[in-house]
């Protein structure tokens, strides 16, 4: 829940406390947010400006960089990172540019998969084939971008020790999520089914939830949620594609998002209730395709599901509440110390 310092200041008077005491929660409140964005100019500007720069050095690259050597590219790609780093770090140390810094320092861990490839490209230390062109990193699978991702991974793993800016955790759940492909056919070579693949995003996912649930809550900012993202992504993604064309695999399909959506009360995630509402309403449609298509009927119907679907979000907001807490006590003991 996000709040204005007009609302705290009106519960502060309905519960009785004092001015000096709302303040100083605000106060409190503020210090907490100095790395978590706000929906205002500077943050969009900060986040903009970032990923533009992310961008042209990762995802609109041209295939003129392939005129550099292996060593060029390694060179030009620490240059850049290093002077990020070092102007995120002075930037750091300034309570009024948190944010910036650390999204400077997000750039430079961008960087890692470049640096990595141009020296794979100088000594030739490709885990399989040559892959050729960088530009072919972000669309295509190939099992040689592997050590590009764990080097990504490490990277942001040790940014996280000087800059506690919880967006770092962002380029290493997408590496791990191209890394549940390339490691397909790492593992698989060019014999991979596309069943092998589907498999091995599935656990993949698995692993990075489980990884992420273990980082929840054990600080007081939030490090799991681009875990979370990428691997609900990576999970139900393997999932939708593992396609058996049987019923009764179609409705564990259904039943596994209604977990996802029961996790998103237990773990109070609203990314669990996205995904789980995506594949059930999935699992709905595709099931009134099927029996309705070639009837006048299939509007109606699908109309239908459709009221349905919103009858039953006006239901879980009424007992949102009471349901989250209902939930919550059932995991056990364990599990909500550890988390």
Request: hydrophobic share 50%.
């Amino acid at each position: 829940m996000k709040i204005s310092k007009q609302q705290l200041e009106r519960a502060a008077v309905v519960t009785g406390l004092s001015s000096e005491q709302a303040q100083a929660i605000w106060q409190q409140l503020e210090t907490r947010s100095d790395v978590e964005a706000h929906f205002e100019p500077a943050h969009v500007g900060y986040y903009f400006g970032a990923l533009l720069v992310i961008g042209a050095m990762g995802w609109f690259m041209t295939n003129g960089w392939d005129s550099f050597q292996g060593w060029e590219l390694f060179t030009i790609t620490s240059g850049y990172a290093a002077i990020f780093l070092l102007v995120g770090r002075w930037l750091w140390l300034q309570p009024l540019f948190k944010i910036p810094a650390g999204l400077l320092a997000t750039v430079a861990v961008c960087m890692t998969p470049l640096a990595v490839y141009g020296l794979e490209r100088q000594f030739h230390l490709w885990p399989s084939m040559d892959p050729g062109s960088y530009v072919r990193f972000h669309p295509y699978i190939n099992a040689s971008w592997v050590l590009m991702e764990i080097a990504t991974v490490l990277a942001a793993a040790a940014a996280l020790r000087y800059f506690r800016f919880p967006f770092l955790t962002a380029p290493a759940a997408y590496a791990l999520w191209y890394m549940s492909m390339d490691l397909t056919e790492l593992v698989y070579g060019k014999g991979w089914q596309w069943r092998d693949r589907c498999i091995i995003s599935v656990a993949f996912g698995v692993f990075m939830l489980l990884v992420s649930y273990w980082f929840d809550g054990k600080t007081e900012l939030d490090y799991s949620f681009w875990g979370y993202l990428f691997g609900l992504m990576t999970f139900t993604g393997g999932l939708s594609l593992l396609d058996s064309g049987s019923q009764l695999a179609k409705l564990g399909y259904c039943l596994i998002h209604v977990v996802l959506i029961v996790i998103s009360l237990v773990l109070r995630r609203r990314v669990f209730l996205i995904f789980g509402g995506l594949g059930v309403f999935g699992y709905l449609s595709n099931e009134a395709y099927t029996y309705f298509r070639n009837s006048v009927a299939f509007p109606f119907v699908l109309s239908f599901i459709g009221i349905l679907i919103i009858f039953g979000a006006m239901k879980f907001k009424k007992n949102e509440s009471a349901l989250q807490q209902q939930f919550a006590a059932w995991i056990p003991r364990k599990l909500k110390a550890a988390n």
